[in-house]
Every structure is written in structure tokens, then in C-alpha cells.
């Protein structure tokens, strides 16, 4: 059974930082790309960081320079570091672990975790 688990959301003062992380199990973790999104309320869910198998990184212009994306394939767990968090960070992250074969498309979701900037 597969399983995406987040964990580390909260509320933080702007400028503070945070550190999510995704437990996965179920599926061959090391050869997925991972992915953090994002949806605030009334928007639509948006790329903001991704790691490919090989480390290849990826990251949406509204946080590069603030938000790392790393993984740790012998614990089968992907995190965000968000440093310096605005207000317009405030969404639900969520995790996402993708793999292309072929024809095929692999793609698994977690819940969600919040995340809320404010003041």
C-alpha cells in the first residue's frame, strides 16, 4: 500500500522558517521524482520545489533562494526547508512522488499539511 506522510506544518511568524517532511513507503522511493506543491484557498495547487532520483532540482521562482528540497533515500523521506516564509506562503503543502514508464504514469499524494504565515 502505498503511503505519502507529511509532517512539520504550523504556524510561524514571517520570517520564520519551517522544515517539512514526507515519509514514503509502499512504492521504490529512490527512483521517483519527489515533489512539494502548494494551494492556498480560492487557487489553484502549484509546483514549488521537485528532486529527481539523480538530486536534479527544481524550484518555482517565488521561492528560490528560500526554500530548499532534499532527500534521504535510506529513509524513504523527502523535506522542504522554508526559511524567510512570507504570508503568501500560507497553502497546504502537499507531497508528490512521480515516475514515468513508458506509457505509464505513476503518481501518488499525500494528505496534506498546513502551513501558515501570519503575524
Known amino acids: 500500500q502505498v503511503q505519502l506522510v507529511e509532517s512539520g506544518g504550523g504556524l510561524v511568524q514571517p520570517g520564520g522558517s519551517l522544515r517539512l517532511s514526507c515519509a514514503a513507503s509502499g512504492f521504490t522511493f529512490s527512483i521517483y521524482a519527489m515533489s512539494w506543491y502548494r494551494q492556498a484557498p480560492g487557487k489553484e495547487r502549484e509546483l514549488v520545489a521537485a528532486?529527481?532520483?539523480?538530486?536534479?532540482?527544481y524550484y518555482a521562482d517565488s521561492v528560490k533562494g528560500r526554500f530548499t528540497i532534499s532527500r534521504d533515500n535510506a529513509k524513504n523521506t523527502v523535506y522542504l526547508q522554508m526559511n524567510s516564509l512570507k504570508p503568501e506562503d500560507t497553502a497546504m503543502y502537499y507531497c508528490?512522488?512521480?515516475?514515468?514508464?513508458?506509457?505509464?504514469?505513476?503518481?501518488?499524494w499525500g494528505q496534506g499539511t498546513q502551513v501558515t504565515v501570519s503575524s
Open positions: 528532486i529527481r532520483s539523480g538530486a536534479y532540482t
Open positions: 508528490n512522488a512521480h515516475k514515468r514508464v513508458l506509457t505509464n504514469e505513476y503518481d501518488y
